[in-house]
């Protein structure tokens, strides 16, 4: 993928050097205002220069398209990715919690009675693996292997309190699903400008595993020409070998459910890894891209990923050398099923049954550190 070793070597050669951010962590080379851009019929946008874990960059995306910010599903499915950001988060919560029950943290667990002691890592793994979810123990709205108000809280039930216009003095909580809303809006007003899902919650800033990376993604419809319909309608008719009909009249399109749209996707990101994060985020936003035009019934249109800050650690200098170092090859295609009569969250629970990667080719897996600090 040209494109993104291109954006790797403007960070090596533009980039500045920048002392850590956190606690733990190396220093970068960062650049500012960064951007690429991918037209998702070229292929889906798979890195190949190092082989990618693509059941791992799905079942990711349905963590987050459940609405669910505990680790549980990802260790139950063998998604490593979040175990240490949700293992300090639970350090910073036991530290909060010790203060507030003192020695009798060790023993509380109100929803359960089980112990939620000072675990180790491995200890804190091994818990919630071997644990069942009901069971995990829980305290002061905390459980076991929660990351707070990570993208699955935010896209699907970002909660607020609002008055009651019917009764003074009595607040009611809601809850706002930007998942559903955005399905809904493209459907209804597919050529608004306002389909964007938003990532960042400032009231709970302090309250989460990791700062959101990817703050803001927006989608935009562009109309498919007649023209280009015509050729869509005839290669259907070909594929399906009966005869092809004069496509002028539109009525013709709507009767073969021939698309009006192609759906575009732009994701805003305000901090970027760029070995590790940046390669799993175009496939997972690419790939929430194909999933809306599924259901939709549109065509998966361009990609453009913005970065605030991009970064290179230091420990990664030598691992991004070695992808540099291999040719791209040609992009593997996504095989979808037709998502239109599925809901969201069917969607959701199912997708690793629904999506397929096809004519994937890449060069071996290259390891690195995955950098979180604390």
């Not at 002392?19 to 733990?24: A, E, H, L, T, Y």
């Not at 013709?252 to 996707?265: A, E, Q, R, S, W």
Request: charged letters at 25%; glycine letters at 4%.
């Amino acid at each position: 993928m040209r494109q993104f070793l291109q954006l790797a070597s403007r960070v090596k050669s533009n980039g500045v050097y920048k002392n850590p951010s956190r606690k733990d962590m190396p220093k970068t080379i960062s650049v500012f205002g960064e951007k690429m851009s991918f037209n998702l019929q070229d292929g889906f946008p798979l890195i190949t220069t190092k082989k990618m874990p693509f059941k791992t960059i799905v079942r990711e995306l349905q963590w987050f398209l459940r609405g669910d910010t505990n680790i549980k599903y990802l260790v139950d499915h063998g998604v490593k990715i979040w175990n240490q950001d949700a293992y300090n988060y639970y350090l910073k919560i036991y530290d909060y919690l010790k203060q507030y029950y003192g020695e009798e943290i060790e023993t509380i667990g109100k929803a359960t009675g089980k112990s939620i002691k000072p675990f180790t890592f491995s200890e804190f793994i091994t818990q919630i693996k071997q644990t069942p979810d009901e069971e995990l123990p829980i305290i002061d709205n905390y459980k076991l292997g929660d990351c707070g108000h990570q993208y699955g809280k935010v896209w699907r039930n970002w909660n607020y309190i609002e008055a009651d216009s019917q009764n003074d003095g009595i607040y009611q909580e809601k809850k706002i699903d930007q998942i559903e809303n955005l399905f809904q809006s493209l459907r209804d007003n597919p050529e608004s400008r306002r389909h964007v899902l938003t990532a960042i919650d400032p009231a709970h800033d302090d309250k989460l595993a990791l700062y959101w990376c990817h703050a803001l993604f927006q989608l935009n419809v562009r109309p498919i020409s007649d023209s280009e319909r015509e050729k869509i309608l005839e290669n259907l008719h070909a594929k399906h070998d009966y005869p092809f009909k004069n496509a002028e009249e539109r009525e013709v399109f709507k009767k073969n459910h021939i698309p009006y749209y192609y759906l575009d996707g732009q994701l805003y990101q305000r901090s970027g890894d760029l070995f590790l994060g940046v390669p799993f985020n175009i496939a997972s936003y690419s790939l929430l891209i194909h999933i809306f035009a599924s259901k939709l019934n549109m065509i998966p249109g361009n990609f453009i990923h913005n970065f605030g800050d991009l970064h290179l650690y230091e420990n990664h200098l030598d691992v991004i050398s070695k992808q540099q170092s291999n040719p791209p090859r040609p992009l593997p295609s996504l095989n979808i099923s037709d998502l239109q009569d599925y809901s969201i969250d069917y969607i959701a629970e199912n997708l690793q049954d629904l999506v397929k990667i096809i004519n994937y080719n890449p060069y071996e897996k290259i390891e690195a550190p995955l950098n979180t600090g604390s």
